[in-house]
């Protein structure tokens, strides 16, 4: 019987046989625009049915089989910026054979990851890294004595927002075999915004400058004798009148050889550029101008929805998106209440917040650090700032968080998003440490609703607050189990903790909060099942445990078990605050924390990515079986 085509699959007739760097430099250059458009159909087919970032990877295919063909990789190293545009660089690179484990726990990693493979020689996740890390590679190699490797770091105008990259690039030295290629494509998540982006735009306006610069060279270097002198006579002159004319070039200011602004999605042009930036064996920026999205018309109308698509149908019930309601409707009564992302405003529920208040939406870029000093500013100033920003990324500015909201007490709403495991992006987005770090700050309050009334009502309740606020929820909907038990009236008021039943009489008690209590309330259901008393105490306050401690030490009978169970790191996380708190008041009851040991560790076969952190709803059977006596109904079946 003859099989039926799919009517979706793309026609492949190059890239089947790329399976390794060298099948990619075997192809003349001719086929290398039929090649890139085999890999665009292949990738909107793919990331479109399992879910990636599929607007920036369509954007760098001609990028990326150039610099495979012009740079000898994986010698020559090539650091991605963020990371989530490696798709193409995978594919060429020997992993085309197991690229439907994209973004799976235990399958390829949806960012370069230096143990996946000799061509990935720095993790990378987060933005404006790429910079600092090649010069460390190229600094290396200087210092071994190595120079004839080149360090290549690809870099969008999103990531130079950062500061970081603009101390990389302060520090760079010129004569290192190093290239900077600056991919400006206008977006990160969000339009890139600021006075930088700008100015690399208008470095692509004057293309005429850079020709009459180059000509005007020529002619002078052909002149005998006088030639050469005149023309750095005259290249004084130049440099007033293109200050005049054109504005400076950031990057010549700063003493590097600049390439551009070119096409960044025409091979051919891409691949000159690069050679002869390798040629000059020094270190060059390369300037690309390239469309997010190229090949799919939904993508490059908007590439920001496209920038990390998910299969399915999006729902109007996400934690972000009632968020974004409250937000909206608390500026609506004060017009104090506004608004600061990072360059996340799209994927954390503030569009239709920015388009009712556009002058109190401030999108500061890639810059978490100066996101949340700003907003110190904006509290100091009498204002009400609400900085709304990824659990991973909240990390970036710790010191910020410390010194100056913290330690001055502002009345900034850290507004925390992704607080939960990522286990389609792995260790880089794991939003597992802000407990642990935010509670080491005195003053800061630390809320986790796990239902979105509950969110409502925090926000409601801590609107005028006259402190630090932190708020953090994951990215999903609310449980209704939770809900249900925990809320039977609909009464959100008076967080703080919650019970399932009366604990004096249970025979093991399981504590949790955030992304973790559904499977805690899971395993309790499965105790029932088997004729136990659980009980399970929900924690929607982690800023003071003691009272939870006292509490607990006041209702459980001597030898009661306690199952602690966070989705977040072990070491100086509420389960381990809360054990300390217990053990203060009594001794006699058995305490037991279920959480993440080690964030960094990345599963090596398909797996439960909550099983592997042992923090699954078996695991949280077992560990209450542990502490109870035995029982036939012990050798029932585990989910």
Not at 555 to 579: K, N, S, Y
Request: hydrophobic fraction near 40%; include cysteine; charge should be negative.
């Amino acid at each position: 019987m003859k099989k039926k085509k799919n009517k979706n699959a793309p026609e492949l007739r190059l890239l089947p046989s790329i399976h390794t760097v060298e099948d990619l430099r075997r192809l003349p250059d001719e086929l290398m625009p039929q090649l890139a458009e085999e890999i665009r159909s292949y990738l909107i087919v793919r990331v479109k049915s399992t879910g990636g970032h599929l607007a920036s990877n369509l954007g760098v295919v001609e990028l990326t089989l150039a610099l495979h063909r012009v740079f000898d990789t994986p010698r020559d190293r090539i650091i991605w910026d963020v990371g989530h545009q490696c798709y193409v660089h995978k594919l060429v690179t020997g992993r085309a054979d197991r690229f439907d484990t994209l973004r799976t726990p235990g399958g390829l990693s949806g960012f370069p990851r230096h143990e996946e493979s000799e061509f990935d020689p720095f993790d990378v996740g987060h933005a404006s890294t790429s910079i600092s890390a090649a010069l460390g590679f190229a600094t290396a190699d200087a210092l071994a004595g190595v120079t004839d490797r080149y360090t290549v770091a690809v870099i969008g105008d999103g990531a130079l927002t950062g500061g970081l990259a603009h101390e990389a690039l302060n520090n760079c030295k010129k004569n290192y075999p190093m290239v900077i290629i600056i991919n400006e494509n206008d977006m990160s998540i969000s339009p890139v915004t600021g006075s930088f982006p700008r100015l690399v735009s208008r470095l692509r306006i004057s293309r005429n400058y850079q020709r009459m610069k180059s000509s005007t060279k020529r002619a002078f270097l052909k002149v005998p004798l006088i030639g050469k002198p005149l023309y750095y006579l005259m290249r004084g002159v130049r440099n007033f009148v293109r200050g005049l004319l054109y504005r400076n070039n950031y990057f010549e200011d700063m003493g590097f050889t600049y390439l551009g602004p070119y096409d960044g999605n025409d091979y051919t042009r891409v691949k000159r550029a690069l050679q002869e930036a390798k040629d000059k064996k020094k270190c060059v920026v390369v300037h690309l101008h390239t469309k997010k999205g190229k090949g799919y018309s939904q993508a490059e109308s908007h590439p920001d929805m496209y920038h990390c698509v998910t299969p399915g149908k999006p729902t109007s019930e996400t934690f972000h998106a009632v968020f974004g309601e409250e937000l909206l409707s608390l500026a609506e009564e004060d017009p104090t209440v506004c608004a600061v992302t990072p360059a996340t405003g799209v994927t954390t529920g503030l569009d239709a917040f920015g388009e009712a208040y556009p002058d109190r939406l401030f999108d500061v870029g890639i810059a978490e650090g100066h996101a949340l000093t700003f907003c110190a500013g904006l509290a100091a100033g009498g204002q009400k700032p609400y900085a709304v920003i990824y659990s991973s990324f909240l990390q970036r500015g710790y010191d910020q968080i410390l010194h100056d909201i913290a330690l001055q007490h502002l009345p900034v709403h850290m507004i925390i998003d992704r607080a939960s495991l990522a286990p389609a992006d792995g260790p880089t987005h794991h939003g597992i440490y802000d407990v642990a770090f935010l509670s080491e700050m005195s003053g800061v309050e630390i809320l986790s609703p796990v239902t979105v009334g509950s969110l409502r009502t925090m926000l409601r309740a801590r609107a005028a607050a006259d402190h630090p606020v932190a708020i953090r929820y994951p990215n999903c909907v609310e449980d209704p189990a939770l809900r249900d038990t925990f809320y039977p009236a609909g009464d959100y008021e008076n967080f703080g903790m919650r019970e399932s039943g009366e604990l004096d009489d249970a025979e093991a008690v399981i504590v949790s909060y955030g992304a973790a209590a559904p499977r805690a309330l899971a395993a309790r259901t499965i105790l029932i099942r088997e004729g136990r008393r659980a009980e399970m105490v929900l924690l929607e306050d982690l800023t003071d445990l003691t009272p939870v401690a006292k509490h607990l030490a006041e209702a459980l009978a001597p030898g009661t078990p306690v199952v602690f169970v966070e989705e977040g790191i072990l070491a100086g996380g509420a389960g381990m605050r809360l054990e300390c708190a217990l053990h203060a008041c009594r001794r006699d009851i058995p305490f037991e924390t279920l959480a993440i040991r080690d964030g960094f560790a990345v599963p090596e076969t398909p797996c439960d990515i909550y099983a592997y952190f042992g923090i699954s709803v078996s695991d949280i059977v077992a560990a209450l079986r542990r502490h109870l006596p035995a029982s036939d109904s012990d050798t029932l079946p585990l989910p």
